[in-house]
């Protein structure tokens, strides 16, 4: 190995900023500077942490689910929520990060998931309720991330988002089969309407002027769009949707600017986001518990596939 | 073996007959038969494919890390190799 000189450093970092101004991608085995790479990491891995701490809310609902039509959907919708995982975890690690070490960061909690997944699931209204809004919000903020400067993550995105289009229109659907119901069927789905609205705002993150890292992953072009421009663009998206629904959302201020042509909507409640951030939501610790038990219960499952593997002689690799 | 000693598999699927496999991703497997399996249940669970290749990554020699290497120069500067090269005159049809 050559040592590296400041000149090839610096024409290293030339060509990374050329490639990103001219909107081409970074590949894994590009130079990069290192805190483009960890930034990429860090949230990379929230995002898979996101899809697999996800699956509890929803899975929860499975054996209660009210007919063997959206029993069977909604075992495919968590079964892609593990999907999305993987390919996540897979594009850190070319990074240089495997699955392993962010798997034990989540599991000690030195990494955090979308506190969205803190809520719980009270009722069946709330899985409608869920692929409706959430992963609607989670679509208005990844169709951008499509375009991230980083090959492997933008390539993930295109996948995820391809397959989050039927987590939400089956939300939908669940939600306007409730709405058309009984008048008890329509009071739940208002309620859960009700419950999910103002964390759904919450997680395109804080507003521009206090979200830490916007400014560089913009620059990077990792982020397309500020947090306050994808929160505004997805309540625009909702409400004529609502309207469809039957339902309301839960926000007095809420109504068109004509000035602006967008929706006017009321202060969200930040105090809540931080504290739930924090690990003071209703189901924080719930959901980490459940997270290690199932790893640690699927132990013996990974440790019979490697002794099968290990006695055939195929992990030569 | 824990999951971290597991290779690493690269994915390639054929969409349908008559493409070509295409690099798809890379999972984590024991061995050939659980990354195939695995395979099946990450890049293909709304048909996607009908076929998959898995290749262990430690297998694949690259050319180089960097795209502009001069590994892909000798081509670079022979544009006589593209039909747009040549001058074909007005109304010469077929060509």
Known sequence: MTAVTADTQEAYQAAFDAAVAADERIEPRDWMPEAYRATLVRQIAQHAHSEIIG????????????????????????????????????????????????????????????????????????????????????????????????????????????????????????????SRGTPEQHAMAQDAVNRWWWPSLMMFGPPDDESSHSEQSMAWKIKRHSNDELRQRFVDICVPQAEALGLSLPDPDLRWNEERGHYDFGPIDWTEFWDVLKGNGPCNEQRITQRRRAHEDGAWVREAAAAYAAKHGEATA | MTTSDWPLWEVFVRSRRGLSHTHAGSLHAPDAQMALRNARDLYTRRSEGVSIWVVPSTEITASSPDEKDPFFEPSADKPYRHPTFYEVPEGVKNL
């Open chain 1, 55 to 178: 699956m509890q809310p929803e899975a929860n609902w499975i054996t209660r689910a009210p007919s063997l039509r959206r029993k069977a959907i909604l075992m495919a919708k968590v079964q892609d929520e593990a999907g999305h995982g993987l390919y996540l975890y897979s594009a850190a690690e070319t990074l240089g990060t495997g699955r392993d070490e962010l798997l034990d960061k989540l599991h000690t909690g030195r990494q955090k998931y979308s506190s969205i997944f803190n809520y719980p699931t009270l009722t069946w209204a709330d899985v409608g309720a869920i692929g409706w809004l959430v992963d609607g919000a989670a679509i208005t903020n990844q169709v951008p991330l499509c375009r991230c400067s980083y090959g492997p993550y933008a390539r993930a995105m295109v996948r995820i988002c391809k397959e989050e289009s039927f987590h939400q229109r089956q939300g939908y659907e669940s939600l306007l089969a409730l």
